[in-house]
T-cell receptor, first 115, second 112 residues
């Protein structure tokens, strides 16, 4: 089975621009979660999508948004980029039972640099 | 709220040494606990998990036991190898309360 794929792998943007990141989950997985990883804040949960609906949300400003398509692929958008948005953005997929026992499978991440 | 605290690194060991990475948690519900590993340039990979108190997760020689009385989930390995060099993350999943938390990560370097 193919793993979680994320595109692009690397991205450079300037302040004020917007960016869209893409994630394709493992086949059969219906839940997609997004995380931001920075040296200072570590791994922080952004949001989770299941069946095209946002099911859980972390504590990030409204500039961070996402969506999920009917084939479970997900996109994450960040508008009005700030320098502090530079990070590794990780996507994780899971079957989607919504239980705490469920394992998440992570993609390699998209490294975003904001100049 | 929920939180995960793991020992700060970096940790440097010689090959075949014993490894312990401490992880403690606070939780209001009944979380599952995980250890993930991140190799350079890659995403996180599940190493092991435990879903209830007294469960022991194990994989590739690594072990961790879910201790409710001490709210801990320490990672151990009896004999580390150079290939174990990576960053290790302890994580808590409490989806009943819509919460997933990760520790800060511990960088392990194993020298030959």
């Amino acid at each position: 089975k193919a793993g979680v794929t994320q595109t692009p792998r690397y991205l450079i943007k300037t302040r004020g621009q917007q960016v869209t990141l893409s994630c394709s989950p493992i086949s059969g997985h219906r839940s997609v979660s997004w995380y931001q990883q920075t040296p200072g804040q570590g791994l922080q949960f952004l949001f989770e999508y299941f069946s095209e609906t946002q099911r859980n949300k972390g504590n990030f400003p409204g500039r961070f948004s996402g969506r999920q398509f009917s084939n479970s692929r997900s996109e994450m958008n960040v508008s009005t980029l700030e320098l502090g948005d530079s990070a590794l953005y990780l996507c994780a997929s899971s079957v989607g039972t919504g239980t705490s026992q469920e394992t998440q499978y992570f993609g390699p991440g998209t490294r975003l640099l904001v100049l | 709220g929920n939180s995960v605290t793991q020992m700060e690194g970096p940790v440097t060991l010689s090959e075949e040494a014993f490894l312990t990475i401490n992880c403690t948690y606070t939780a209001t519900g009944y979380p599952s606990l995980f250890w993930y590993v991140q190799y350079p340039g890659e995403g996180l990979q599940l190493l092991l998990k435990a879903t209830k108190a007294d469960d022991k997760g194990s994989n590739k020689g690594f072990e961790a036991t879910y201790r409710k009385e001490t709210t801990s989930f320490h990672l151990e390995k009896g004999s580390v190898q150079v290939s174990d060099s990576a960053v290790y993350f302890c994580a808590l999943s409490d989806l009943d309360n819509n919460d997933m938390r990760f520790g800060a990560g511990t960088r392990l370097t194993v020298k030959p």
